[in-house]
């Protein structure tokens, strides 16, 4: 039943002596068109990490439409991910997007070895050459070395240093926050989060990492000035998921126990603590499917987009309002005032579901 080879346990000891030295880090539902309302939740507030909040902030209650895309597990440089890149620069001059939201796994297989390496070219700028708006990226597993399994935080931290060198990477800190129109955007690191509180949390590196975001979040909801915004929060990591990964807490069909380490049991905790009830929507990747999940958490609902350049299995059945695994694709969001647009669109520029929240006052 299990869906984790041995050979993650083979590599552990190789892993842990990879990651033994001291590593740096920067950081120091809403219901579908067919009918529900929306998560409410409150917050304001500033960028955290070692970058500020980006975008734009038009103010509350100005009827403004924020447009964006949003697409995981595409650092390949293959055709599949040029293919989709295509279909997105044709909707985007059709319907308009001010800005990508990137899921993780930007750097396949073990991310990136500093700011002057060639993936950079293959794997981001070329394929996204024709898309001229910033794309804000979260880390993914794959993008933290260690075999993919995403110890290391010196890649990551150098996806954050690209920054200064590009005009379209926008990731200024490992997780922070930007804001456009009236959406507040949470960019949030779950793969250093992934190995807080395990064997693998040395000197609690990534449980301090985990607790920095805790402490943004909490903030925002503390913070009544913008009441009413709507508030999306994305990591790498899902929470639900009908793909081979699985829910958080249950990954690859493990327990609690010894595989604590590898069953995202820190993800489900961290997000029901931190984001259940709060934000509107949880967007993810990590399982390469695209995928609107019914169940919600306090009112936070779920959508997985990670198949910006492969897909995998869905292997779960947990009910969901749309669910694609045959092509790679992508989503389209768009918000005017309290109505939310969300577009399902694959490889081949079909439109394959379209739904629409209303936000509650």
Same mark, same amino acid.
């Not at 998560?39 to 909040?53: A, I, L, P, R, T």
């Not at 293959?122 to 794959?142: C, M, Q, S």
């Not at 399982?287 to 198949?307: K, M, N, P, Y």
């Given at each position: 039943m299990a869906h984790l080879s041995l050979s993650w346990f083979a590599v552990l000891p190789v892993i842990l002596a990879s990651c033994s030295e001291p590593l740096s880090s920067t950081n120091d539902d809403a219901g579908a068109g067919e009918g529900a309302g929306a998560?409410?939740?409150?917050?304001?507030?500033?960028?955290? *990490?070692?970058?500020?909040?980006e975008g734009e902030g038009e103010g509350e209650g100005e009827e403004v439409t924020v447009s964006w895309i949003a697409l995981g597990d595409t650092?390949?440089?293959?055709?599949? !991910?040029?293919?989709? $890149?295509?279909?997105? $620069?044709?909707?985007? @001059?059709? !319907?308009?997007? +001010?800005?990508?939201?990137?899921? #993780?796994?930007?750097?396949?297989?073990?991310?990136? &070895?500093?700011?002057?390496?060639?993936? =950079? !070219?293959?794997? %981001?700028?070329?394929? /996204?050459? +024709?898309? &001229?708006?910033? %794309?804000?990226?979260?880390?993914?597993?794959?993008?933290?070395g260690a075999f993919g399994a995403g110890l290391q935080l010196s890649p990551g931290d150098d996806q954050v240093e690209y920054s200064t060198f590009s005009d379209k990477w926008t990731m200024p800190a490992r997780f922070h926050k930007h804001s456009h129109g009236n959406v507040d955007f949470f960019a949030l690191d779950t793969s250093s989060m992934f %190995?807080?509180?395990?064997?693998?949390?040395?000197?609690?590196? /990534?449980?301090?990492?985990?607790?920095?975001?805790? @402490?943004?979040? !909490?903030?925002? =909801?503390?913070?009544?000035?913008?009441?009413?915004?709507?508030?999306?929060? /994305?990591?790498?990591?899902?929470?639900?998921?009908?793909?081979?990964? #699985?829910? @958080?807490? $249950? /990954?690859?069909?493990?327990?609690?126990?010894?595989f604590v380490t590898v069953n995202g049991q820190s993800i489900k905790d961290f997000v029901e603590a931190n984001v259940c009830g709060? @934000?509107?929507?949880?967007?993810? *990747?990590?399982?390469?499917?695209?995928? =609107?999940?019914?169940?919600?958490?306090?009112?936070?609902?779920?959508?997985?987009? #990670? $198949?910006g350049a492969k897909t995998s299995e869905l292997l779960g059945t947990q009910p969901v309002h749309f669910e694609d695994v045959e092509t790679e694709g992508f989503n389209w969001f768009s918000v005017r005032g309290n109505t939310l647009t969300v577009q399902f669109w694959n490889s081949a520029g079909v439109m394959e579901h379209e739904g629409t929240v209303i936000k509650s006052p």
């Open positions: 998560g409410e939740g409150e917050g304001e507030g500033e960028g955290e *990490g070692d970058g500020e909040g650092g390949e440089g293959n055709e599949a !991910q040029f293919a989709v $890149a295509d279909v997105i $620069a044709t909707v985007c @001059a059709a !319907q308009g997007c +001010d800005f990508a939201l990137l899921l #993780g796994d930007n750097f396949y297989d073990t991310g990136v &070895d500093g700011v002057d390496d060639p993936q =950079w !070219q293959y794997k %981001f700028e070329l394929p /996204y050459a +024709d898309l &001229d708006f910033p %794309f804000f990226p979260v880390l993914g597993n794959h993008d933290g %190995f807080a509180g395990t064997l693998f949390d040395f000197d609690d590196r /990534y449980s301090d990492m985990a607790a920095e975001q805790e @402490a943004m979040l !909490q903030a925002e =909801w503390a913070n009544p000035a913008t009441a009413g915004r709507w508030r999306f929060a /994305y990591g790498h990591h899902p929470y639900l998921s009908n793909g081979k990964h #699985g829910n @958080a807490g $249950a /990954y690859e069909g493990l327990d609690d126990g010894i709060e @934000a509107d929507f949880y967007l993810a *990747g990590h399982d390469h499917s695209r995928q =609107w999940l019914l169940d919600t958490c306090e009112g936070t609902q779920f959508i997985v987009s #990670g $198949a």
